[in-house]
T-cell receptor, first 113, second 107 residues
Framework: KAGVTQTPRYLIKTRGQQVTLSCSPISGHRSVSWYQQTPGQGLQFLFE???????NKGNFPGRFSGRQFSNSRSEMNVSTLELGDSALYLCASSLGRGRAEAFFGQGTRLTVV | AQRVTQPEKLLSVFKGAPVELKCNYSYSGSPELFWYVQYSRQRLQLLLRHISRESIKGFTADLNKGETSFHLKKPFAQEEDSAMYYC?????????FGSGTRLLVRP
């Protein structure tokens, strides 16, 4: 079966702009999580959605937001981009029940200039 | 607080040598722990989960609740084991990752 797909793979944006990243989970998976990966901070949790409801949110400013659609696809949005938002953004999907295994996408590399 | 600590940023060994990647955790309750691996230019993928108690690619990891550790071990390292390894703890609808250890296996 197809894995987790993230688009686009690479993005270059200017400070102050906004960006939307997309994640298509594995078919049948209802949970989608987002993580930010940077050399300095490692992998940090952004938020998790299950059946269009946000169940948990990490310690990020309100500029970071997300949503999940009825087909389980998810988007995350970052407004008023800052240089420090440059990172690899990873999406993971799982069945969402119990402690099911999370499968990760290839990530979107965001560079803010 | 829920936390995962991987004390080594880099572990370099020769091929055929034993490997131990350290992971310590802080969690109140019964933890569930994973090891994820990221090979060069590949996505992050699950290597082991403690509840399955299986060996994958020769790697094993045992949960030691007394020492709050979940170290990853392999008796004989191979060059293809070179990768970034992350220990992760299941939190509330999220994974809490350690900072990762880069394993370099030299020929």
């Amino acid at each position: 079966k197809a894995g987790v797909t993230q688009t686009p793979r690479y993005l270059i944006k200017t400070r102050g702009q906004q960006v939307t990243l997309s994640c298509s989970p594995i078919s049948g998976h209802r949970s989608v999580s987002w993580y930010q990966q940077t050399p300095g901070q490692g992998l940090q949790f952004l938020f998790e959605y299950f059946s269009e409801t946000q169940r948990n949110k990490g310690n990020f400013p309100g500029r970071f937001s997300g949503r999940q659609f009825s087909n389980s696809r998810s988007e995350m949005n970052v407004s008023t981009l800052e240089l420090g938002d440059s990172a690899l953004y990873l999406c993971a999907s799982s069945l969402g029940r119990g402690r099911a295994e999370a499968f990760f996408g290839q990530g979107t590399r965001l560079t803010v200039v | 607080a829920q936390r995962v600590t991987q004390p080594e940023k880099l572990l370099s060994v020769f091929k055929g040598a034993p490997v131990e990647l350290k992971c310590n955790y802080s969690y109140s309750g019964s933890p569930e722990l994973f090891w994820y691996v990221q090979y060069s230019r590949q996505r992050l993928q699950l290597l082991l989960r403690h509840i399955s108690r299986e060996s994958i690619k020769g790697f094993t990891a045992d949960l030691n609740k007394g020492e709050t550790s979940f170290h990853l071990k392999k008796p004989f390292a191979q060059e293809e084991d070179s990768a970034m390894y992350y220990c992760a703890l299941v939190g509330s609808y999220k994974l809490i990752f350690g900072s990762g250890t880069r394993l370099l296996v030299r020929p």
